[in-house]
């Protein structure tokens, strides 16, 4: 029966994401997509929770079947919520032409022989949701007078999807790849899970989680590379291996850097034997530094200082593209402006160093969690898909009060697109205190722990 109604959770969760990407509507016609983003995120709430009943020889192909099943879904139907993988099509034709991606903008002269009807649509008077202006050019990629953001092992990545596309396969390629990406995810986890002696049934909550198969396989976006990258550093315990992971995790989606402090949690506490805990500390810096510069040197060579691409533009904005969301909303609640930026980069830098000092090293997973989360809640990021590390790290240990982080940012982008001006201020303050009351409960069961193990 536990089976029977686990399955039929997972079916309705399925049917749920299936009807989401067909006729829930897009981010050009929000109004239906919050309601079904909402069933969706209860039927997983139930699904996980019943799983957590059925013995293990059962659920982990259950989880597996469900995994599969949700990423079929996704791939049901075109990307509804984010152009953003247009500029991956885009980077990947344009080194496959020769010609680094940091060079010149979308709407380049200098590019204008490699642009076709289906990045570069005629006639459509550029109306629509993913459709934008450029130097006299309508396009899908969005912000096409800038240049690439993307780092170089996403754009090694774009280059290789680009390489095995059949010239018809368009958006269902870039979404294939990132279901495949995410199943790897998925088998990941059940092999962190088997050598860490974990309950493998915590895969669930990346497996089933609707921010996978909506941000990651229908949306296709390339932050599940460096997901799965980062999961396999934090599971190995080779200092050298786990270091070159986690920095090429870094150089496909900057996020994963917040996961370092935990790659290295414990390093400073003190006692014996500190030396062995420095020497393994800087075997995992120094190859992640090497990865890091690797990957950048060859583009380096191509392109000079526009490597950097529009990073540093991005990175100087003061808020997001939409025009209802900030950054660091739940700061801004009790601080002027331009305290908020200095003291959520503080608190970050504390929660970095509270894992570096009381972190545990057998499981650096729940520090990376620790320092990620404490960074998405401070900063408050309008792109859910950034969270999708969160999912990860919480399907590598528990700990699922963080996916309220997750949830948050999914209302906050779908409310975004509906003008709900206070819903991010809402949606992570609801985030922040569900951490916080999990913290305060895990806290006071440990202290019980042992009158309980007195008693018996």
């Not at 503080?346 to 729940?366: E, K, N, Q, T």
Request: proline share 7%; charged share 10%.
């Amino acid at each position: 029966m536990r089976t029977l109604g686990t399955t039929a959770l997972l079916a309705a969760l399925v049917a749920v994401v299936v009807a989401t990407v067909h006729i829930g509507g897009d981010l050009g016609h929000p109004g239906a997509l919050l309601y079904w983003y909402a069933a969706a995120w209860v039927l997983f709430a139930a699904a996980a929770w019943a799983v957590r009943r059925v013995t293990v020889r059962i659920a982990v192909p259950l989880i597996l079947a469900g995994g599969l099943a949700l990423c079929a879904a996704g791939l049901s139907a075109p990307p509804r919520t984010s152009d953003d993988f247009y500029r991956y099509a885009w980077d990947g034709r344009v080194q496959a032409a020769g010609i680094s991606p940091y060079l010149y903008p979308p709407d380049a002269p200098q590019l204008a022989r490699l642009r076709d009807p289906w990045l570069f649509p005629a006639s459509t008077g550029c109306q629509g949701w993913d459709l934008h202006p450029g130097a006299g050019v309508c396009t899908h990629i969005n912000r096409p007078s800038v240049h690439t953001i993307y780092p170089p092992v996403a754009e090694a990545w774009f280059l290789l999807v680009h390489s095995v596309s059949p010239a018809s396969a368009r958006d269902k390629t870039w979404q294939l790849s990132a279901a495949a990406l995410a199943l790897a995810t998925t088998g990941g986890l059940l092999l962190h899970q088997r050598r860490a002696g974990g309950d493998p049934r915590r895969v669930a909550l990346w497996a089933w989680c609707p921010a996978v198969s909506l941000a990651a396989v229908n949306d296709a976006h390339v932050d599940t590379l460096g997901v799965l990258l980062t999961v396999a550093a934090l599971s190995t315990a080779s200092g050298a291996r786990r270091g070159a992971l986690l920095g090429a995790a870094i150089v496909t989606k900057l996020l994963p850097v917040l996961a370092l402090p935990g790659a290295l949690s414990g390093v400073l506490a003190p006692g014996p034997p500190i030396r062995d805990r420095l020497r393994q500390a800087a075997r995992v810096l120094l190859a992640a530094v090497a990865v890091v510069a690797l990957a950048y040197l060859p583009y380096v060579f191509a392109s000079g200082a526009a490597v950097l691409g529009y990073l540093p533009g991005y990175l100087q904005e003061e808020g997001y593209e939409q025009g209802d969301v900030h950054r660091f909303a739940l700061l801004r609640l009790v601080l002027p402006d331009t305290w908020a930026g200095p003291t959520a980069a503080v608190l970050i830098a504390l929660s970095a160093l509270y894992v570096l000092w009381r972190g545990d090293p057998h499981r650096p997973w729940h520090a990376a969690l620790l320092v990620t989360g404490t960074a998405l809640l401070l900063i408050s990021p309008a792109y859910y898909w950034y969270a999708l590390l969160v999912v990860a790290l919480v399907g590598m240990g528990g700990r699922c009060e963080w996916l309220a982080v997750t949830a948050a940012g999914t209302a906050l982008y779908i409310g975004d697109a509906l003008h709900w001006h206070t819903v991010q201020a809402l949606a992570y303050g609801l985030a922040a205190v569900v951490v916080c009351a999990a913290a305060v409960i895990r806290a006071r069961n440990r202290v019980h722990e042992p009158d309980i193990a007195e008693n018996t």
